[in-house]
């Protein structure tokens, strides 16, 4: 079955970095658009970044020039390098996958980001 598993989430303070991991299995990782959306608290989950199997990337607007995803297809992982961090990325983070039409979310990492 789809696994995707998070990891990396913390505490740091504003203006720092943090880099999440998600690893993934039962897909076909190399054919797969992987993505990342975050869900701040008492809001909507919320498109972070997608990368897709020809490494297309795509960011919402808000961390532009702040996040970087990446994948590595041999460790069926995806990546968010997440830099210059503010109070309002603090969020659930989760990684997501489509797989035949269905969406697949992990359990998500928390990122909180003190003023």
């Known amino acids: 079955q789809v696994q995707l598993v998070e990891s990396g989430g913390g505490l740091v303070q504003a203006g720092g970095s943090l880099r999440l991991s998600c690893a993934a299995s039962?897909?076909?990782?190399?054919?797969?658009?992987m993505g990342w959306y975050r869900q701040p608290p008492g809001k909507e989950r919320e498109f972070v970044a997608s990368?897709?199997?020809?490494?297309?990337?795509n960011y919402a607007e808000s961390v532009k020039g702040r996040f970087t995803i990446s994948r590595d297809n041999a460790e069926k992982t995806v990546s968010l390098q997440m830099s210059s961090l503010k109070p309002d990325d603090t969020a659930v983070y989760y990684c997501?996958?489509?797989?035949?039409?269905?969406?697949?979310w992990g359990r998500g990492t928390q990122v909180t980001v003190s003023s």
């Open positions: 997501n996958t489509v797989q035949r039409w269905q969406n697949y």
């Open positions: 990368i897709t199997s020809g490494s297309t990337i």
């Open positions: 039962g897909i076909f990782f190399s054919w797969s658009t």
